[in-house]
């Protein structure tokens, strides 16, 4: 079973960065899928960015793009989320998932939604505040 570990929360000033990092163990992240989600108080888990097998395929949030990069490195098994010029709104958990089976073109329309994901991490809180 695969196991994701989120680390690199924090609080940052708006304008600030941050760089999430999410470390697969259990299995090999080669060939899935990888994303990040995050979740405020009271609200739903909105996608933020999504990465292809072999990145090259690359989606984000309209509210995220421009400023948050999504990566993978398969030979380490990690997948980041770099934030740059943070806002306030950016404030929530963030969560990294990935998917069930390898491969899987369903993705291509279905990266969206928190059901394309199998498996997530415990989340890191992000702090966006003065």
Known sequence: QVQLVESGGGLVQPGGSLRLSCAASG????GYAMGWFRQAPGKDREFVAGIT?????IWYADSVK????????????TASLRM???KPEDTAVYYCATNRSPFDHDYYTNYPSALAYAYWGQGTQVTVSS
């Open 66 to 77: 421009g400023r948050f990069t999504i990566s993978r490195d398969d030979r380490k098994n």
């Open 84 to 86: 740059n010029s943070l």
């Open 53 to 57: 097998w072999g990145g090259g395929t």
């Open 27 to 30: 299995r090999t992240i080669e």
